[in-house]
């Protein structure tokens, strides 16, 4: 949103991290700018009340009936708001309201799964693949068991001497 308006709107000239960044560690220089930005009735300004807004209900609301009200008015907000990617966002959400409400009940999170993966993924990268499978579930477990004391490789340690 704010890569297409600095063309035709050049305060808005390194600004990026003022939109991006999480109010609370603005720096003046930030908070600054963004007061200057804010009122001058920006879509980028639009586009970031409805992204703070959406980021405060799922911090805030703590029961599904609570979230789904919420989440209501913000959905009715995002589809009249004129910006194309919050349209289509607020129908990606509808598309999955249901499992997004459920959220709310269980609490539930795949966050450490999502962690896990991308260790995994880095790990494959970094050997460039693995010739088997086995091979790469045995690295997934190395890595994501946090083993801290690993016997010695029976390679690297030299042989008991016989007497």
């Given at each position: 949103?704010?890569?297409?308006?600095?063309?035709?709107?050049?305060?808005?000239?390194?600004?990026?991290?003022?939109?991006?960044?999480?109010?609370?560690?603005?720096?003046?220089?930030?908070?600054?700018?963004?007061?200057?930005?804010?009122?001058?009735?920006?879509k980028t300004a639009r586009a970031w009340?409805?992204?703070?807004?959406?980021?405060?209900?799922?911090?805030?609301?703590?029961?599904?009936?609570?979230?789904?009200?919420?989440?209501?008015?913000?959905?009715?907000?995002?589809?009249?708001?004129?910006?194309?990617?919050?349209?289509?966002?607020?129908?990606?959400?509808?598309?999955?309201?249901?499992?997004?409400?459920?959220?709310?009940?269980?609490?539930?999170?795949?966050?450490?799964?999502?962690?896990?993966?991308?260790?995994?993924?880095?790990a494959k990268a970094r050997a460039r693949?693995?010739?088997?499978?086995?091979?790469?579930?045995?690295?997934?477990?190395?890595?994501?068991?946090?083993?801290?004391?690993?016997?010695?490789?029976?390679?690297?340690?030299?042989?008991?001497?016989?007497?």
């Open positions: 949103m704010r890569c297409a308006k600095v063309g035709a709107q050049p305060l808005l000239k390194h600004s990026r991290w003022t939109w991006l960044k999480d109010r609370s560690s603005w720096t003046t220089r930030q908070i600054i700018q963004f007061h200057h930005l804010s009122r001058l009735g920006l009340r409805l992204k703070e807004r959406l980021r405060e209900i799922l911090a805030e609301a703590r029961t599904r009936s609570q979230a789904e009200t919420l989440l209501n008015r913000w959905f009715v907000w995002a589809r009249r708001c004129r910006l194309e990617p919050f349209k289509a966002l607020a129908k990606t959400l509808r598309a999955h309201w249901n499992g997004l409400l459920n959220g709310f009940d269980s609490r539930l999170s795949n966050g450490r799964v999502e962690g896990m993966n991308a260790m995994i993924q880095a693949g693995y010739r088997t499978t086995p091979n790469l579930i045995a690295i997934a477990y190395l890595i994501g068991g946090k083993f801290h004391r690993l016997p010695a490789s029976p390679y690297s340690t030299p042989a008991p001497l016989v007497a």
